[in-house]
């Protein structure tokens, strides 16, 4: 069922697509630049989405972005249009999306040990990433309440699997920051026995969310982690935190930063993940992050 349900939430028309893709594709900025430039709000977007509009003349812009979208469950390559794309992202909004609004969280409990989470059968989403990425910034941004994620941070549940029920109806998991740069070899979690079993074995798992800092260039770390769990086919979403971070700043863009990782990566995934550019600062991404997270859950519900 795990493996089903996991090359479910990829859609296999996509694969097509992305292998159709040129190998060094560089007008990957006009994708940032495309998606950024829709205005539309993430709820006329979804209407739209959800309206089945008939399919429209695409942009040169629009028909090169198509092959490099993630499409969700339920929707056709050639029935996309531009407003159904969600802006700072390759996520395509389809028929699933809803019920985004986070009306309430609840903490349950911090397990120390995949076998000890919840067994009540609830999707789940895992944010995971590097000691601070932004998860905990972007746990309380998504929930809007202060000090949600916090239990985390506490000395000594560092590494435990903390989950947040959302909605009485689905769970947010808080997993373990990797790759704490200043501790000594010692006391870096041990990501490989720790973490692992609970992607292999959570079949609960809706999606891993992998955080990725947007303003940094891609880092060793990250990039394993996200190696990894493309070959284990763990259906995932890149999360980049700190795109506010934009201008003025050492180094990079985050679209080219993005860009970056995004190409160095891709030979361990079969389609194109989705990704979505965030900011727990400026707000962006929020509610196109929530609606995607809608579409995966409803669709996981559905089947
Ligand atoms: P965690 O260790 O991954 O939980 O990271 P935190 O949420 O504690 O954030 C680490 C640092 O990054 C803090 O100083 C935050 O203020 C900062 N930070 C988090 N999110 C953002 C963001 O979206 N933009 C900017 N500019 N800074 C951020």
Redesign the pocket.
């Known amino acids: 069922m795990l493996l089903t349900m996991r090359s479910r939430l990829f859609n296999p028309q996509l694969s097509s697509l992305c292998h159709s893709l040129p190998h060094s594709h560089k007008s990957h900025p006009s994708l940032l630049a495309f998606s950024a430039s829709i205005s539309q709000g993430p709820n006329s977007l979804h209407a739209s989405a959800a309206k089945a509009q008939r399919p429209v003349a695409l942009s040169e812009a629009a028909r090169f972005v198509r092959t490099v979208l993630f499409l969700p469950p339920g929707v056709n390559p050639d029935d996309v249009t531009d407003d159904m794309i969600l802006p700072g992202s390759n996520i395509v909004l389809g028929p699933y999306a809803g019920d985004a609004k986070i009306k309430d969280v609840d903490f349950v409990k911090s397990s120390n040990r995949p076998k000890d989470c919840p067994k009540d059968d609830r999707p789940e989403f895992a944010m995971l ?10 746990i309380n941004f998504l929930v809007r309440k202060k000090e949600v ?1 916090l239990t985390s ?1 506490k000395p000594g549940k560092t590494q435990l699997i903390n989950h947040f029920l959302v909605n009485k109806s689905w769970y947010i998991v808080d997993l373990p ?1 990797y790759g704490f740069a200043n501790a000594p070899e010692s006391a870096r979690m041990d990501w490989s026995s720790f973490t692992k079993g609970y992607f292999l074995n959570r079949e609960t798992l809706v999606s891993v969310l992998l ?1 990725i800092d947007g ?1 940094v260039p891609p880092q060793k770390i990250d990039l394993d982690c996200a190696n990894w769990l493309g070959r284990n086919n763990i259906s995932m979403t890149f999360v980049f ?5 934009m201008k003025g700043g050492k180094g990079r863009r985050p679209d080219e930063n993005i860009r970056n990782f995004l190409e160095l990566i891709k030979e361990n995934y079969r389609q194109h993940p989705p990704w979505i550019m ?4 400026t707000g962006l991404g929020r509610d196109e992050l929530l609606l995607h997270m809608s579409q995966l859950r409803n669709y996981w519900n559905n089947e």
């Open positions: 990433g590097r000691s601070n990425v932004g998860k905990s910034s972007l994620a941070k920051g955080l303003s935190t700190k795109c506010d971070k965030t900011s727990s600062v």
